[in-house]
């Protein structure tokens, strides 16, 4: 399932050249299995349910390409109907499952999402939480029994996780390099950081979408880019896509060896070329 890992652009490079040959089979793989849709089936081995599972695709989100070829979104669809988690947070459930015994303590930056239910059903010590804009106090749960936490500020004790898992969180984050602290002080040292952000591959600075002006408002460099967000309709906004400059920043943050692991399984529903997740280790 791993294609290789590595910490830099150049890495990146060099990573993609020797894999030349192996991402051709992987694109010839996932162009057979297109149906015209809406929705379509890929069969595989759904490794969170341990059985094998027809994964389901639609065009939602999808991607045209070069020829108009139209291309699900790989990563955020190939759905198990058993557990109900999709290709990437399959991975994620992997990755954090390979990093630390299931009796450790994880904390997971959600908690209404189906990869938190099936988190916590491996993780008796797992603790969940979400940006709630209920009026919640920090580190209290509002009548749904939701945990609200901001991750630039969050109330959970130093060194108390063997794992934090944070995907697809921190571009929506203004301050993310307060967040990244947040996740060194709260792991224990040799304490695990696995992490998804969208990030653009062939750059080596952040590509920075918003920021925030001297008043708090919003200023939009590029067009705003919203993603779903299981607690708000509108979407919530994406201020950047990261480039390998995290790797410097998670550095700076107080972590070792972060590097970002590439995979593609079509037996486990990993489709989509070169995905990815992020793992750092607390100094
Ligand atoms: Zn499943």
């Known amino acids: 399932m791993e294609l290789g890992s590595c910490h830099s652009l150049h890495g990146f490079r060099n990573l993609m050249a020797s894999l030349h040959e192996k991402r051709q089979e992987m694109a010839q793989y996932e162009r057979a299995m297109l ?8 069969p595989g081995y ?8 027809s994964f389901q695709v639609s065009y939602d ?21 058993i557990c109900g988690l999709n290709n990437r947070m399959r991975a994620a459930l992997m990755f954090m499952t390979e990093a630390v015994d299931t009796a450790e303590a994880v904390y997971l930056t959600e ?38 936490e901001d991750v630039t500020a969050l109330t959970l004790e130093d060194g108390s996780f063997a794992c934090i898992g ?48 001297a008043d708090g408002g919003i200023r939009h460099i590029m067009p705003p880019e919203y993603h779903g967000d299981p607690l708000d309709t509108s979407g919530v906004l994406c201020f ?43 100094q």
């Open 35 to 42: 149906r015209p849709g809406p929705v379509f089936a890929v």
């Open 46 to 53: 759904c490794w969170a349910c341990n059985r094998d599972t």
């Open 61 to 81: 989100n999808c991607f045209t390409g070069d020829d108009g070829t139209r291309m699900p979104n790989w990563r955020e669809h190939l759905v198990c109907p």
């Open 111 to 148: 908690q209404v999402t189906p990869l938190y239910k099936a988190t916590a059903a491996r993780f008796p010590h797992l603790i969940g939480s979400e940006y709630l804009r209920d009026g919640t106090a920090p580190g209290r749960t509002n009548p749904a029994n939701l945990r609200h």
């Open 166 to 213: 944070s995907f697809d969180v921190l571009e929506h984050v203004p301050d993310y390099m307060a967040g990244l602290h947040e996740f060194a002080r709260c792991l224990r040292p040799g304490g695990r950081l696995l992490m998804t952000v969208p990030f653009a591959l062939g750059s080596h600075p952040h590509v920075i979408r918003a920021e925030l002006d």
């Open 240 to 282: 950047r896509h990261f480039g390998w400059a995290l790797i410097e920043d998670l550095r700076l943050a107080g972590f070792r060896n972060a590097r970002m692991m590439f995979f593609w399984s079509s037996e486990l529903g990993h489709l989509g070329g070169m995905q990815s997740v992020l793992e750092a280790v607390r």
